[in-house]
């Protein structure tokens, strides 16, 4: 998989994929992570690449001209499935879209900022729209880095045994159930004893039935 992220600030996205799973899921070369600097496509002398909305109001409004350029270029490199816009006024990030993204070749993440981009990006370009949440963050950079973890730790390879994505919460609509390492007892809290039975035809319907009590405690909606 491939993924270019095209944001004003790049350096805001760094970390995340330097660090830990995402760098090694990078250095096995199970995923390429291209960053773009918006202002190298910019327009002017000054590297513009917000103007004032027209009609007025309040905020600036990602120019037209250094997205397209932007993006026509990748695009004229190789073929995009996707070409995503990561916006507070998207669609809300869940499991099933990382699970389907997970299995796309290239995509394009563009970051949002100020009060958005004008509408002729979407127009061109853009074939999907993801938030993250209803809150609002300063910019798309946080939000591309969580849409990329969730659809990178999917990748074969990545994640080992021991992380298998096929025990999350989520992956069957239930949160997890209660886990427990050593020791037995801590101030006074026992581990339950069915855990230690050594029976596992039983310890896996525990695990379902507290899986379904947490849930219906926590996220009902999920049920
Ligand atoms: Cl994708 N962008 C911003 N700026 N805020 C958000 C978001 C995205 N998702 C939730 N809040």
């Known amino acids: 998989m491939r993924i270019d992220i095209i944001s004003v600030l790049p350096e805001l996205m ?7 799973i995402l760098k090694r899921a990078m250095d096995k070369g199970l995923v390429e992570v291209h ?46 499935d996707e070409v995503i816009y990561l916006t507070p006024d998207g669609i809300t990030l869940n499991q099933k879209i990382a699970n389907t993204l997970s299995i796309k070749n290239n995509l394009i993440f563009l970051c949002g900022h100020y009060k958005g981009i004008d509408q002729r990006v979407r127009d061109l370009h853009i074939t999907k729209e993801i938030s993250i949440g209803d809150y609002v963050l300063t910019g798309g950079e946080l939000a591309a880095c969580v849409l990329a973890d969730s659809i990178i730790r999917l990748l074969p390879g990545v994640l080992n045994d021991e992380q298998s994505a096929l025990t999350d919460s989520f992956q069957d609509d239930l949160l997890s159930p209660p886990i427990y390492t050593r020791p ?14 050594g029976n ?10 507290e899986a379904v009590r947490i849930t219906k405690e926590k996220r009902p909606d999920l049920l």
Request: glycine residues 6%; contains cysteine; proline residues 5%.
């Open 184 to 197: 037995e007892v801590y101030k006074g809290l026992e581990v339950p004893k069915i855990l230690l039975s």
């Open 35 to 80: 960053f773009h600097q918006l202002r190298d496509w910019a327009i002017n002398k000054h590297r513009q690449i917000d103007d004032e909305p027209y009609g007025g109001g309040a905020g600036m409004v990602m120019m037209v001209e250094p997205l397209d350029k932007c993006i026509s270029e990748l695009k004229s490199q190789r073929e995009y």
């Open 14 to 20: 760094e970390s995340p994929f330097t660090t830990s």
């Open 200 to 209: 596992f035809a039983k310890i896996e319907d525990w695990r379902h039935d």
